[in-house]
């Protein structure tokens, strides 16, 4: 993306990569709230298949999301080396089951193209960006449509 | 005066809005300490402090109200202060009327506020009520120019002398405000910031006001001495300025000790507390084997007592006096009584109980209503006492304690009673009951419970619609809580209110479901019993039924809601559910355990799924369900109804 003007002074955000099956992705990392390895959880009737189950943290009770399920990704090596992520996203905190956690990258907004133009096994919709390096691809995630908080914040509104 | 300076400049900023907003907020204590003085006027007629007090509470409401730019707040109260002023003075007595007319001012401005939290621009008709205040500080009696002619000759010139005390004090108020600055202040405002106001008014507006706004200026700044000043020039403003003197005494010795907090905090600090002490019991169980330090023993344990001594007054925050919700029991029966022209005194014991905040919310309306009927229903008019030689003034008796983890409200009335036998007749009527079956006499008094029974001969203005003790048992069954009646005919009767001290803990028994606990409400559960597979009677696909020592009820399995195996056995667990006219039976795999339940908020996304009431930590430190039974099964419950009342028949036929 050499068509960007060398700006004054490039803003540089910071995200949180990891996998899920054989592709990298990552999230802003402000809207992680911590890692953690994956709990015992409950499951609730009824639920969605990529619904996970219910979790004690710290007295707090979260829900667990799968987002391979979610996003039909299939999961590297079943159980292996997975990991939770907390993320709270506008005062909803769900907790993401990954199949493990990279590092956080420092990351420059010129190097974010915003049109995905890869092919991938996630929905366009989900994606906010694809950031690009010599190592290759890794694809930036819009927790907020993935975990429907908007939906999420309607229902309330409505119940209120 | 600030606000006349936004407001004539044409915009309302957001700070003007936030001042409105905390106004509104504010007043609503401030509404409820004048409705409990004005109900203590009419028993303390003459107290010099009472009306200093209500003095002081409309005086403030007035200045505010004005400061903030709610106009016709303001002109409103500044009537009602004028009429507080007369009886400060004592030129006037607190008479029933006045007492009254106060209530009703209290009223409106209570509305006013509510309305006004809506749309802050929003405008009320306060002229009749005005018009009533002002007839009343004219005596009462004077309303027309001609009843004014038969008046004598004192109360005219008294009148007269009034209406020129009025004057003085409208044009001080509207001429300087200085009450408003005097609130602003008083409000928390920063002196600086009422400063640079002031001093902008001054170099942008110089209209409104006839001195000079230095001068106010300075007087702010130098308070103290402005009471003096103002007491050496007794020309004009002679009675006004001795009350704000007092108002701003009064506060600077009185710091406000409490500050609102948003309930949710406190349930985060409840939340984390509470981990805390298990994380702190799990050290403290293993630290003699593991740590071999005795400082740091010494420490454990030491910490331990003080996790407990601090998760109990994070519990206690959420807990309230019942004393408000006491003290609109008084305004109930105030007007209730003089509605239905009985004398009533009303003794309120235990004031002080405490008791969860959300409990207290909804305790307020179950409650007047069951004060409201003692009333109405069960006092007898005064001549009526007295035949059946009882004292003429009746008594009803609010009693609040704590009863182990209960609380307790107990109302009683030394009324008639109520008599078995109308009730029946009333029961029968109504065809709730069968003329043929016999019921005890307290029997009977219960079916007062049910929808659809209102004893009063004919309805009244106050009560009895038909509905009402119906609806205050499922209030109060709502809340985990019972309801019983006792009552004696000629002698009174004594409605009992037994409430759990909490929601955010319940009874719950835990079962299994394959491998899931869950958590079922024990207010739900009506009998736990076993049945045989025989006893069930199969439609497939729509409802399976059994029979209960003659009765046929639904039965529904619990697994297969829940998306799990049913297990094919000869010997049934079964939960028997009764809430209103709904009863059924739950199959479940084991019945584990019964417990005492916290219940945990679930995540906002899951919140509010049907069946589902919240989620409880077991001992274990998993977190499981807590089920709603009714909610569960209420739609499969009606679609079975049918083969029910068709099973029903055929049995009894047989």
Known sequence: ?160 | MLVTILLTKGFMDEFEIELKVEFLNESEDLLESAESAFLRLETERENADLLNEIFRLAHNLKGTSKAVGFNQLSELTHVAENLILKLKEGSLTASDSIVSTLLEFKDKVQEMVEELKNDLDATFDIETLKAKIEQEINGGVVATSENESTASEETTTETVVEAKATENVVSESSSISQAAIESLLESGMDPELVKQMLAEEDTEEKVETKQDPRMEFENIEKLPEVKKADDNKPVVENKPPAAPKKTVAKKSNEPDESIRVKLSRIDQINNVLGELVILQTVISQRRYEHIHDELANKSIGMMGKLFKEVQELSMSLRMLPLKPTFQKMTRIVRDTSKLLDKQVNLNLLGEETEVDKTVLEKLGDPLVHIVRNAVDHGLETADIRQVAGKDPVGNVELYAFHEGSNLVIQVTDDGKGIDPEVIKKKAIENGILNANTNISDQEAIQLIFHPGLSTKEQVTEVSGRGVGMDVVKTNIENLGGEIKLMSKKGQGSSIKIILPLTLAIIEGIVIRAENDKFVLPLSQIYEITQIQSDDIESFTGVASLFTLRGEVLPLFFINKKLGKKVDETSNYTVIVVREMSYTFGVVVDDILIQQQIVIKKLGEDIQGKKGILGSAIMADGMPSLILDMFELFKDDFKQSRGYQKFIDKSIKAA
Do not use: W
């Open chain 1, 1 to 160: 993306m050499n068509n960007v003007e060398p700006e004054k002074k490039e803003t540089k955000e910071r995200f949180l990569q990891f996998n899920l099956g054989q592709e990298s992705y990552a999230i802003h990392l402000l809207s992680v709230k911590e890692v953690i390895p994956c709990p015992s959880t409950t499951s609730l009737p009824n639920s969605p298949n990529y619904y996970v189950g219910i979790m004690n943290l710290r007295g707090q009770i979260i829900s667990i999301v799968d987002l391979r399920k979610k996003l039909n990704i299939t999961p590297k090596d079943e159980g292996l080396e997975e990991a939770v992520i907390i993320v709270e996203i506008e005062g909803i905190g769900i907790g993401v089951v990954v199949d493990s956690i990279n590092k956080v990258l420092n990351i420059s907004h010129s190097t974010i193209s915003e049109v995905p133009e890869i092919s991938s096994q996630v929905n366009a919709k989900y994606i906010e960006g694809v950031h690009k390096t010599d190592d290759g691809l890794t694809i930036i995630l819009d927790f907020e449509s993935i975990l429907n908080i908007k939906e999420i914040k309607n229902m309330q509104n409505k119940a209120a």
